[in-house]
């Protein structure tokens, strides 16, 4: 793996330790994203993951 692949990784853990930091310290604006989130999945009738595995 050359030394560019190296750092996008690098770069994707950081961003997933970013986020589940701003879940502690950001509660409300988490809460709210998700509330979005999920209600865009109700509209545009977006299944979760986890209903579609089921069918595989």
């Known amino acids: 793996m050359g030394d560019g692949q190296a750092a996008e990784v690098g770069a994707a853990d950081n961003s997933r330790v970013r986020c589940a930091e701003a879940t502690g310290t950001q509660a409300g604006r988490v809460k709210a994203m998700t ?4 209600a ?10 986890e209903t579609v ?4």
Do not use: D, G, I, L
């Open 40 to 49: 865009w999945m109700k509209r545009c009738q977006v299944e979760p993951w």
């Open 53 to 56: 595995r089921q069918r595989r």
């Open 35 to 38: 509330a979005r989130y999920e």
